[in-house]
């Protein structure tokens, strides 16, 4: 099937990776401005003809997040009024996706709100990276492909890592399946930190770790870094037992506030993310690496415009 009537356009949030996507495919972006009025309103004009189209909207609900949502939203509703057939939003991050349910009363559970929206303004389908809730495709009501970023990462450490001993290590006790996916696919052992309440005081987090790490080279393996707190937490315990070599894999890298300030610091060696989000500060320092997602998104795409199974992508999820 030829590709002469898919359609691929970019938000501000992720050009490059956009671009990667459309080189992948041999295609080139369609022409679309997303402009500023002088009060801060987002103004979205699409250039190019859509009609009849299948339009895959790259865009991801990073940092500004709310300002990068509301982008989309009038990008998608832009496509709706010009007649695209089908329109796919593909969030490599998404954002409010920590919001998946109610902590404590009179909250609101800002997943589903977000849910509700992105599919009220008009997307048929979502494509997206390791949400980090997996219940969150329920809260949509049309077909939602959660990909996963683990084997990007870690085909790219295989031989690294299993030559010097290494052990996969989850930073909580939720994380555990995606670690094990990843110690089973290097043939290493797994360890897991458990995080407790300290019932003597009331709050402090306490650690334990189930896994041996002693002169191990140990790799860390998460969906979000965020502040990097937690991250840098489990560091320090993995030295404290030993760990001769400390290295972290994380599909979304938001490094908010002093993040970075705090990796450096900690006993970490380096830390590997995806570009599902565009973070100019990071690409600055020597201590972060990343992995393009252009390639896994293009072929996925592909298929999905092709109406050809996304599972194949991943024989052995």
Known sequence: MKLQDLKIIAGNSNPELAQEIVSNLDKKLTEASVDRFPDGEIHVHIQETVRGASVFV????????????VELLLIIDALKRASAKQIAAVIPYYGYARQDRKQTGRVPISAKLVANIISTAGADRILTVDLHAGQIQGFFDIPV???????????????EVSSEGGVVVSPDVGGAKRARKVSQKLNLPLAIVEKKRDRQDGGVKVLNLIGEVESKRCLIVDDIISTAGTLTEVAE???ERGASHIEAICTHGIFAEDALE???????NSVTVTNTIKNSDAEKVDF???????????RTIKRIYEEKSVSTLFPHS
């Open 58 to 69: 790259v865009q991801s609900i990073s940092p500004p997040v709310n300002e990068n949502l």
């Open 145 to 159: 492909d959660n990909l996963r970023g683990d084997p990007v990462l870690a085909n790219n450490l295989t031989d």
């Open 237 to 239: 315990i993995l030295a």
């Open 262 to 268: 705090y990796i450096e610091e900690s006993p970490i």
């Open 288 to 298: 972060i690496n990343h992995i393009s997602m252009g390639d896994l998104f293009a």
